[in-house]
């Protein structure tokens, strides 16, 4: 199965922005000049251009463009790791100790709470 036109359009914006070919500050090609050169609607390009909004690769400025971004946001943005997680993954040998267990009975009002 093929992948999507857009998908194709996001690529080739990526690749021309990860060269350097259009740095940062620089606004990127018109969505009219990406539909005449693709082939396709200007839905189909504001959906690549959605994409990389959400990458953090461009912002879109009305009357102006869309720009490409200084410092690119991770890729890993709304993403949330547990602390354990987290320290395995920059290399940290994580542990757990207990230090204590005990039982202890709910009072009057935690009881009504748990049904």
Known sequence: MSEPIYIKIEKYLKELIDSGEIKQGEI?????????KFNVTRMTVRSAFNNLVKE???TRKRGIGSIVLANRISDNIG???GYTKEMINKGYNVTTKLISLSIVEADKNMKNKIV
Not at 28 to 36: A, F, M, R, T
């Open 79 to 81: 993403t949330i790791e």
């Open 28 to 36: 990127l090609p018109s969505e009219n000049k990406l539909c005449e």
């Open 56 to 58: 953090g690769y461009i």
